[in-house]
């Protein structure tokens, strides 16, 4: 594997906040256009929003190395906001309360969730923007490093946009069917959302590789690394093969069966959507190749 300035914890980070926020986004989806039928899908996304940003959140802290020992000094990067890092604080610090505030006002959890129930719309339109800002910013933090020109692109952060969306609705729909197996039938619904969204990071994914390909010896060196190099068999097989084609074909069969699909299957396609997305992320990161210095 490549040596890369950036780890695990980030690559566990851009995962669980991309998921976490995109969680909200299907929670939101389904509360304010299918409340009586999508009731199970609505408080699961609710339910995994928050504790998934604020995980990925504690990862991100832990790898800004005062993180572990002074987190508080965190604080200071907001003075900053030329910084991507002081936006990042910003966003991440408003989305998580309103998350966890939006789980307990629709799922009524003690006293807190039956007032917040009151101001359910106001906490779900602001919550939409700040988890569409989570989700994109979690592209734009890599994307405006210079030093990786493979990462440098206007396309990545649509990338990680669509990846979230994705895995957001999977980790809604894998609770949702744990809490509810009679819901089964329902999710088939929001099988279609699989089949839009996993197009859609297919198509940017592949406008990615090609336009590195083109851009720069650097992006080209890590487009290639992905495509025939050290990486390919991980590129290959656990984002495209089964991180996407295969959850892809699934999610269509599921959504015209309308819950005949057994339950193995649903979760199944719904857990590869997630290590697709998992190892997406840990691919970018890992063929990082930065401007060689002639």
């Known amino acids: 594997m490549p040596e890369s300035a950036w780890g695990w914890l980030i ?3 851009l995962f669980l906040a991309g998921s976490g926020s995109g969680a909200f986004l299907a929670a939101v989806y389904c509360d304010l256009l299918a409340p009586d039928w999508s009731k199970s899908l609505a408080r699961a996304g609710s339910l995994v929003s928050g504790p998934l940003v604020t995980i990925g959140t504690i990862c991100l802290v832990l790898d800004l190395e005062a993180g572990l020992w002074e987190p508080w000094r965190q604080i200071y990067l907001a003075k900053n906001l030329s910084s991507m890092i002081a936006w990042g604080v910003i966003i991440l610090s408003g989305f998580i309360p309103v998350a966890l505030l939006y789980a307990a ?3 009524e959890i003690t006293f807190v969730g039956k007032i917040a129930r009151k101001y359910i719309r106001i906490i779900e339109y602001v ?8 989700a994109t910013y979690t592209g734009v933090l890599i994307a405006v490093v210079n030093g990786v020109p493979f990462w440098n692109t206007p396309v990545m952060p ?10 957001g609705l999977a980790a809604a729909m894998i609770v949702a069917a744990i ?9 088939s619904n929001f099988a279609l959302g699989h089949v839009i969204f996993l197009a859609i990071e297919a198509l940017v994914l592949m ?11 650097e992006a080209a060196i890590s487009a290639n690394m992905l495509i025939s190099g050290v990486l390919s068999p991980y590129f290959w097989v656990l984002v495209v093969l089964l991180g996407i084609l295969i959850p892809f074909i699934l999610s269509i069969v599921e959504y015209y069966e309308y819950g005949e699909m057994p339950k193995s299957l649903v979760i199944g396609s719904d857990l590869l959507v997630l290590m697709g997305g998992m190892s997406l992320r840990a691919l970018i990161i890992f063929s990082a190749s930065p401007p060689q210095i002639i």
Do not use: P, W
């Not at 919550?127 to 989570?134: D, E, I, Q, R």
């Not at 649509?158 to 895995?167: D, E, P």
């Open 105 to 107: 006002a629709l799922n």
């Open 179 to 187: 809490i509810d197996a009679s819901t089964i039938k329902t999710l």
């Open 207 to 217: 406008l990615l590789v090609f336009m590195s390909l083109t851009r720069s010896t």
């Open 158 to 167: 649509v990338l990680f946009l669509a990846s979230a969306i994705s895995t």
């Open 127 to 134: 919550g939409s923007a700040l988890a569409v800002a989570t």
């Open 11 to 13: 690559v566990v980070y």
